[in-house]
């Protein structure tokens, strides 16, 4: 894997980006817009996925960003749990749940295989070397 310099560049990321904006957008209108306490909540989940994976890697540390980058993950799955509210109050279609919901699945998938390889990799971050 080539090195990453900046959290730009993390796949993870990028992708967690773009569900959010779905996030946001899916929020945005109808019964959704009213419903403050579910519309704010799965929009800092979305966030947090993101903003983890950043804050983690701009620590430096290779266990910070391992535990920075199991909270993103967890929030990847607050999100998901959210999203069957939001489907179960039928302020998402089934199809708008199912993009989603694969999308944050993936996220978290990506996640896993990442925190796997920074494990067992010989890299060290920043502040170790």
Do not use: C
Not at 9 to 35: C, H, M, N, V
Not at 70 to 81: I, M
Request: net charge positive; no cysteine.
């Amino acid at each position: 894997m080539a090195k990453v310099k900046k959290f730009e560049e993390i796949q993870s990321w990028k992708k967690a980006r773009f569900l959010t904006k779905q996030i946001y957008t899916a929020t945005l209108a109808g019964p959704f817009a009213k419903d403050f306490g579910l519309r704010d909540q799965i929009r800092r989940a979305a966030v947090s996925i993101l903003s983890n994976i950043a804050e983690g890697f701009e620590r430096g540390g290779d266990k910070e960003f391992l535990q920075f980058l199991a909270v993103a993950k967890g929030s990847a799955g607050e999100l998901r749990a959210q999203l069957y509210v939001a489907l179960d109050q039928h302020y998402l279609s089934q199809q708008q749940f199912e993009s989603l919901s694969q999308e944050a699945t993936e996220i978290s998938r990506l996640i896993s295989g990442f925190m796997r390889y920074l494990k067992q990799s010989d890299l060290r971050g920043s502040k170790l070397r």
